[in-house]
């Protein structure tokens, strides 16, 4: 799940996993949580058929279009693209036309890779951010997903060891976890809490992933904890160095 992509729908973090998944829970979510539109009640009132007939055309199982995960990261029910297009549909035309351009998007970035870059600082000037603190925000980007990648095979299995791991590092780095740093700051739950910091504490949070995916590789550390504890360890030696040193 290192691969996740959070898109902003007024408001609402909706994931996708590449161009491949979407996570329905989200759009869900993003559509006011009616209890009658959840993703299970939809495919087994209307969608059903869609999703047995599209198994069919792929040649696939349909646990490997439509499936349920545990985690506070990445849980919920995933579905294909297709089905989370339908879905969408099915929910609001405003939803389903976000979602469709999102895939399309990503259809557009695996063919140009810059283009991707190119939208991201487009965004955040758009938000106001000067290019010093866009440089910083994007390495961070960089370094997480490269951290994300190392984590990926060494995690107990519930699929939170990414979530301990930046717990560790924001609570060395600013002192608070995401939801403590949201309520200081009076974001909305959803809110990707980087997208708030300051260009100095980007920085110390992208030297501190790199440094910890290099020391657990090259000590082969594994769990959850350990991984977090690594994490907690490191950040905090950075951020003293840079407080105290007035870096």
């Not at 996570?23 to 959840?38: F, H, R």
């Not at 506070?72 to 036309?97: C, E, F, N, P, V």
């Not at 979530?163 to 600013?174: D, E, F, K, L, W």
Request: hydrophobic residues 35%; aromatic residues 6%; glycine residues 8%.
């Amino acid at each position: 799940m290192s691969n996740i992509i959070k898109r902003d729908f007024h408001g609402i973090q909706i994931a996708f996993e590449g161009k491949e998944q979407v996570s329905l829970t989200d759009l869900w979510k993003a559509a006011g949580s009616v209890d009658n539109k959840n993703p299970n009640e939809w495919a087994r009132r209307s969608g059903e058929t869609f999703i047995n007939d599209l198994a069919q055309s792929l040649n696939t199982a349909k646990n490997r279009i439509w499936k349920s995960r545990r985690g506070k990261i990445g849980g919920g029910t995933w579905a294909h693209w297709q089905i989370g297009l339908a879905y969408a549909q099915y929910l609001s035309t405003d939803l389903h036309r976000f979602v469709n351009q999102c895939f399309m998007e990503y259809v557009q970035e695996a063919n140009n890779p810059g283009l991707k870059m190119d939208r991201a600082i487009d965004g955040y000037r758009r938000k106001g951010k000067d290019d010093s603190w866009i440089e910083a925000r994007l390495k961070s980007k960089l370094t997480t997903k490269n951290r994300n990648s190392v984590l990926s095979n060494r995690q107990d299995g519930d699929g939170n060891i990414y979530a301990m791991c930046s717990t560790a590092t924001n609570r060395a780095i600013i002192g608070m976890d995401s939801t403590e740093y949201r309520e200081q700051k009076q974001l909305a739950k959803s809110t990707p809490i980087r997208d708030h910091m300051s260009r100095r504490q980007l920085l110390e949070i992208a030297l501190t992933e790199d440094v910890c995916a290099e020391r657990i590789l090259e000590a082969d550390i594994r769990g959850n904890k350990n991984c977090a504890n690594v994490h907690s360890i490191v950040g905090g030696r950075i951020h003293h160095a840079v407080t105290t040193r007035g870096i």
